[in-house]
């Protein structure tokens, strides 16, 4: 039997196992529209803005690990998609993008609603394509599943023009794709492997820096049985939180630009560094002739062979996933007499305590007016430590980052990259999607939340309970932070006037909206919000924080790892 | 350095543009860019010349590798190798010049490919320091247009590229 291409697209969904599609219809899917509407394997969510279909499709595939949908329609609708597309594209995330064209032969005429979508959005893809021929619809799709979810994953997107859709096929789903050009290896070398065994065994001052790669290869158990089995300390990335228990002795927090003292400083002054799924990004590394000033060697696991050696010239390069070669080197490890030495260890440890005892995330906290951090440390109690946390970009991520304390991976949800304003919202549907009865809360500005406010219309529509925690300082406060230090306290169009009553605005969207202005109403709000009374509602907590509080410890631009300005 | 890269890609609509943005996109240079169908239709041949650090040059070699549509990559400075390109000029040859003309393009071991009373159109082929080198034998005056096709090259011996 013959099925049109829009049938087409749609059994491939179906036979991919999707279950959720974030969307936006318009002229160009129309045919796909009518075939979602005739079939009930997937749920459609309609989101308000096609920057947000993307975000919450990538919120879904952060939080699961599963590939995330989004579809668009051509010209506007993919542009819009643009932002959310190289958000993912930068952390790696699993996704595959629908976008609908015009058809073949209008292609190239400046036809109604056309845009040259595969031209656009190929710097920011893993790979895309044009399907030209309704032959080839269906494989292309499979091969889009299968490039975005393997090796180094990221988002694909197959345009797809309108004629196509109207077309009639045979319809096969290919069970397997290969692809000649494309061969991702997971398996690392044997002899690197043991070189980097050997190396870090030979350590004094050994030292884990473990990042996204740990939470995308989902190697949380492994990299817990490594860091234990050497006895050394123990950073993630921001990318990487969650992937090591923040609660575990042997955490020192996360390194780079906000990182903690202790974890920059062992960064700097170990002897052997491996990096597990990291990046060696210049929020992490800060300035790298700086970095080397202290000799160390570093070893480096990673599945994309061009990020290695990319920033930071490596000793002991390994290509691989990180779960094949974390069970490889646990495997040696165990079978091994060696052990790291012990009279260096202690004393690598008595360095790394006298560090850690500066305690460079303490706060003062007030009784006047409340403080950022405060907020998050008392979510994190009111959540046992156990919410889905997605965030925007700015002070407030950092102070998530910093406080929130995570202890399991995919948990922390937020754009590293790129840094998108405007991700936290619509990510927090997709996670929310994904895992019904988890509490997600959702820690943003009053800057960034109005990037994409306009879902909240979707979380009324498909009852997403998501908590929105504002810490709203009525300033781009990340800005002005770099401002009061770097440009001498001109604060240029970081302090934005007019804000709206968000309690009000999130009841005119149907919500409950709270304000808090004093520290004493912060757990009582928090605790009401995720009471079981609210367990169904979205809460919209609009804190009132200190205007004039900063992010700390900060390496500034260009700075090296040690410099940090504390408080 | 000056590197000559060599690669094999899906013969596809956009494949070209996706390595040209790569270069551009990462600012990496390119001298030069040829690209054509192979024996096995399915199969492009693209021959970049760029220059960089070794650094640099590892990256390039990386990131082509990453790129879906790109089957093999090849570094031909890593062994012998040869290097051969295309250039044809035109030039004045009018009265005493189109002896002097002919006698320049013999010396090259180039060939003139087309005669007008006023002008030669000389073709000449080897590596890209040779073509230099008769430009700049010649009299800039002299020349009146220069289309070059820029590098192709292929590795000495058994060593092959090919899928
Ligand atoms: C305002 C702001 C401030 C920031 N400050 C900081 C900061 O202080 N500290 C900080 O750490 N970050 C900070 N960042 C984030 C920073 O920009 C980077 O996004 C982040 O550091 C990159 O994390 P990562 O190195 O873990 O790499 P990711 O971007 O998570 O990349 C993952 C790496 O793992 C590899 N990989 C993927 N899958 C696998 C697999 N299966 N096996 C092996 N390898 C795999 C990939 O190839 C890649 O190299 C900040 C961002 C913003 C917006
Ligand atoms: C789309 C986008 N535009 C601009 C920026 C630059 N930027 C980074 S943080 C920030 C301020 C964010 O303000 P807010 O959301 O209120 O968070 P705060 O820093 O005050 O916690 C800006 C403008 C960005 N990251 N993303
Ligand atoms: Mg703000």
Not at chain 2, 7 to 30: D, K, P, Q, T, W
Request: overall charge negative; some cysteine; hydrophobic content about 40%.
């Amino acid at each position: 039997m013959e099925l049109t291409g829009a049938e087409i697209v749609v059994r491939c969904l179906a036979d991919e196992g999707v279950d959720f599609v974030f969307g936006y219809p318009g002229g160009a899917v129309l045919n796909i529209y009518d075939e979602i509407f005739k079939q009930d394997k997937f749920k459609h969510v309609l989101v308000r803005h096609e920057q947000a279909a993307v975000h919450a499709a990538d919120g879904y595939a952060r939080s699961t690990g599963r590939v995330g949908v989004a579809l668009v329609t051509s010209g506007p609708g993919a542009t819009n998609a643009v932002t959310g597309i190289a958000t993912a594209y930068m952390d790696s995330i699993p996704m595959v993008i629908l976008t609908g064209q015009a058809p073949v032969p209008a292609i190239g005429l400046d036809s109604f609603q056309e845009v040259d979508t595969v031209g656009i959005t190929r710097p920011c893809v893993k790979h895309n394509f044009l399907v030209k021929d309704i032959a080839d619809l269906a494989a292309t799709i499979k091969k889009a599943f299968y490039i975005a979810a393997s090796g180094r994953p990221g988002p694909v997107l197959v345009d797809i023009p309108k004629d196509v859709t109207i077309y009639k096929h045979a319809y096969e789903y290919p069970k397997e794709v290969s692809l000649r050009s494309y061969n991702p290896v997971t398996k690392g070398h044997p002899g690197q492997i043991k070189k980097a065994v050997q190396l870090l065994l030979s350590a004094k001052r050994p030292m884990i820096y473990a990042g996204g790669g740990v939470v995308l290869s989902d190697a949380s158990k492994q990299l817990i049985e490594f860091v234990k089995l050497l006895g050394a300390p123990c950073t993630n990335t921001l990318m990487g939180l969650g992937a090591y228990p923040a609660n575990d002795p042997q955490f020192l927090g996360m390194p780079g630009m906000h990182g903690t003292y202790e974890a920059n400083m062992a960064m700097q002054h170990c002897d052997v560094l491996i990096g597990i799924g990291a990046r060696f990004d210049d929020r992490v590394i800060g300035n790298p002739d700086h970095f080397f000033q202290d000799e160390k060697k570093i070893i480096h696991v990673d599945i994309d062979p061009a990020s290695i050696s990319k920033r930071v010239k490596v000793d002991v390069p390994i290509v691989g996933g990180v779960s094949d070669v974390l069970d490889e080197m646990i495997k040696i490890l165990k079978a091994s007499k060696e052990r790291p030495d012990e009279k260096a260890m202690k004393s690598w440890w008595s360095q790394v305590e006298l560090w850690r005892s500066r305690e460079c995330l303490k706060f003062n906290n007030s009784s006047e007016i409340i403080k950022p951090q405060y907020v998050v440390q008392t979510l994190h109690q009111v959540t046992n430590g156990e919410a889905y946390v997605t965030s925007d970009v700015g002070q407030h991520q950092m102070w998530a980052a910093q406080y929130y304390g995570f202890n399991k991976p995919r948990h922390w949800i937020n754009s590293g990259g790129l840094g998108t304003m405007g991700f936290g919202l619509p990510s927090a549907m997709g996670v929310q999607l994904a895992h019904p009865d988890a509490q997600v809360a959702c820690i943003t500005g009053e800057a960034s939340i109005q990037m994409c406010i306009q879902e909240l219309s979707t979380c009324k529509q498909y009852h997403m309970p998501v908590k929105i925690i504002n810490l709203n300082n009525r300033y781009l406060g990340m800005v002005r932070q770099w401002q009061e230090f770097f440009y001498g306290n001109r604060y240029a169009e970081s302090y934005m006037d007019a804000l709206p009553d968000f309690v009000k605005l999130a009841e005119a969207y149907g919500h409950v909206g709270m304000k808090i202005e004093k520290p004493s109403d912060v757990e009582p709000a928090l605790k009401e919000a995720f009471s079981p009374k609210l367990k169904e509602r979205l809460v919209f907590m609009d804190f009132i924080t200190d205007q004039t509080e900063n992010v700390y410890p900060m390496v500034p631009n260009g700075k090296g790892l040690s410099e940090m300005i504390l408080l | 350095m000056r590197h000559i890269i060599s690669l094999l890609m899906e013969n596809e609509a956009g494949a070209l543009s996706r390595v040209a943005g790569l270069f551009s996109a990462r600012g990496y240079n390119i001298e030069s860019l040829t690209v054509a169908p192979t024996e096995d239709e399915t199969l492009s041949r693209m021959t970049i010349v760029t220059r960089g650090s070794d650094d640099v040059i590892e990256q390039i070699i990386k990131q082509l590798n990453k790129l879906v549509d790109v089957v093999k990559v090849l570094d031909l400075n890593e062994g012998d190798h040869i290097e051969r390109e295309l250039m044809l000029v035109k030039v004045k040859a009018a009265g005493k010049d189109r002896e002097e003309m002919k006698r320049m393009a013999d010396i090259f071991r180039g060939r003139i490919i087309d005669v007008t009373d006023k002008t030669y159109t000389i073709e000449l082929t080897g590596p890209g320091s040779k073509l230099d080198a008769f430009l700049e034998a010649l009299d800039a005056s002299v020349i009146l247009e220069t289309v070059r096709t820029g590098a192709s090259g292929i590795g000495r011996g058994d060593r092959i590229l090919r899928i």
